[in-house]
């Protein structure tokens, strides 16, 4: 059993905050719900840390959001080049409606199904995932499946630019 | 063996089968094409949806450190019922008439934090500290325009005895320290530039780089970002550095793309910005919310985004800005 919160804060939590960023889009909600995470560890310490931080995480994400509006991010982007642009800055922006049209295809996913990816890209294996989202092991591959073919195709239909690797 | 489904074709690529079962799949994707091509799509998805993920970074530095919303809109309450006794105090005893009926009713539905009224009459001649409440006194935002009355007060001390509006006035429901160290820190600032540094600009630049929480305390409240942009640094500069802002105020600057994008904000006194607000109105001018092209207004913050982008992506990103 872990108790030791400094070393649970150490271990996990750029890794919570991150994945509370990627699925609200807040850093300022990430950072909280990362923190009532954490005091809500110290409060019962948790056998399994990892799964059970990012469960409690993701139900404090799902019960805020049903007692809040959800911030609209539906933005049209002016795509037009300008002859007076500079690179650096063109780019900038560009990168930025990438990131943008990233988290408007994360917000058409399923919750289940972008939890999912978001794990997933925390390196969690299907045990993992499993466990947090209390699902049968058997639908972590077919609930990926699906997440990651969505989210490329409501990137691609929002006109979301090719990522480079 | 029969063709997989989905989500044994991911278990695959996601490194959850191994031996012989591993083996086995492989066999049938070398001899089967339909499955071969599923297999093929299914990792051109999953490293697609990887990049995608991996776009998505959390922005530098801390969080911006916002009070919760409940405490906020309870000490905008407090403030506004303490201003609204306060008001009726000092019209009441400015008058030196008796108490006009609607008083008493004024004073007993304020609430018990905010005693400026109650505590009027009885302590007209007590020094001012003794009747703020601990919560207005960190008060970010206060209802009466802190910055004017510091001005009027440094130019226009009151008697030693203080007379009953001078009392009132000290007795506002919101000194915030907050405020103060903008203040201190827009007189530092706000200094004019000496010739030698007018002549070489390029050399002696006004803005100094400061960190997130120091951005915070001089814009007296949340700073502004623009959303789906990460920020190289913030800057903090002298509100006379920038076009259109009040030379007064410092400017905290929330600088992009290595300084190639820049976006400006200021948190003018709530009277300046009203005051602002009935000029522009009266010019018939500012149809962007602010007095000058460019400059908007979100809540209590004017901001601005400068950057060498076609203006249309400057408004786009300036919409963008939260």
């Known amino acids: ?165 | 063996m029969s063709h997989p489904d989905d989500g044994t074709i991911q278990m695959l690529l996601d490194g959850e089968l191994a031996g012989a079962e591993r083996a086995r799949l492989e066999a049938h994707f070398a001899g089967c094409e339909p499955c071969a091509a599923r297999l093929a799509e299914a990792r051109a998805f999953l490293e697609e949806a990887d990049r995608l993920v991996e776009l998505v970074v959390v922005p530098p530095g801390p969080a911006r450190r916002r009070r919760p919303v409940r405490r906020q809109a309870l000490v905008r309450t407090l403030a506004w019922a303490a201003s609204v006794v306060l008001a009726v105090a000092v019209g009441y005893y400015g008058r030196g008439e008796p108490a006009p009926g609607a008083l008493p009713t004024v004073a007993a539905t304020a609430p018990s934090e905010a005693p400026a009224a109650g505590g009027a009459p009885a302590t007209a001649g007590q020094p001012a500290v003794d009747a703020p409440t601990p919560l207005a006194r960190t008060n970010p935002a206060p209802a009466a325009p802190v910055q004017d009355e510091a001005k009027a007060a440094a130019q226009n001390p009151p008697p030693a005895g203080a007379n009953r509006q001078g009392v009132a006035v000290g007795q506002a429901p919101a000194k915030p320290e907050l405020r103060d160290d903008r203040l201190r820190e827009a007189a530092k600032m706000a200094a004019p530039p000496s010739a030698a540094a007018l002549t070489d600009a390029a050399a002696v630049t006004p803005w100094r780089v400061v960190s997130m929480e120091e951005g915070v305390r001089l814009l007296g409240g949340q700073i502004r970002l623009i959303d789906g942009l990460t920020p190289d640094r913030v800057e903090a500069g002298p509100g006379t550095a920038v076009a259109g802002a009040d030379g007064s105020l410092p400017v905290v600057r929330i600088v992009y793309g290595a300084g190639s994008i820049a976006l400006d904000q200021q948190r003018p006194p709530v009277a300046a910005a009203e005051r602002r607000a009935e000029a522009s109105s009266a010019l018939g001018a500012a149809a962007s919310g602010g007095m000058v092209p460019g400059w908007s207004s979100q809540g209590a913050i004017r901001f601005v985004v400068t950057g060498s982008v076609s203006p249309e992506s400057l408004q786009t990103l300036a919409g963008r800005v939260r």
């Not at chain 1, 872990?2 to 750029?14: I, S, V």
């Not at chain 1, 909280?32 to 990012?54: C, G, H, K, M, S």
């Not at chain 1, 994400?61 to 800055?89: C, D, F, I």
């Not at chain 1, 639908?139 to 990651?148: I, N, Q």
Request: net charge positive; proline share 4%; aromatic share 6%.
């Open chain 1, 1 to 165: 059993m872990t108790t030791d919160l400094a070393a649970l804060f150490r271990e996990h939590h750029a890794s919570l905050v991150r994945v509370l960023y990627r699925r609200t889009g807040d850093h300022d909600r990430a950072e909280d719900i990362a923190q009532e995470t954490f005091a809500r560890a110290v409060e019962a310490p948790p056998r399994n840390p990892r799964p059970w931080l990012f469960a409690v995480a993701l139900n404090l994400v799902r019960e805020e959001g049903r007692k809040s509006v959800r911030r609209g991010r539906r933005l049209e982007l002016y795509r037009a080049e300008s002859p007076q642009s500079s690179p650096g800055a063109d780019q900038v922006f560009e990168r930025s409606e990438q990131v943008l049209a990233v988290q408007d295809a994360l917000a058409t996913l399923a919750e289940r199904d972008r939890e999912a990816l978001l794990l997933k890209a925390e390196g969690f294996n299907y045990d993992e995932i499993a466990e947090t989202l209390g699902l049968a092991k058997g639908a972590v591959g077919t609930t990926l499946s699906r997440a990651r073919r969505r989210l490329v195709e409501a990137y691609r239909t929002q006109g979301g630019k090719d990522v480079a690797s």
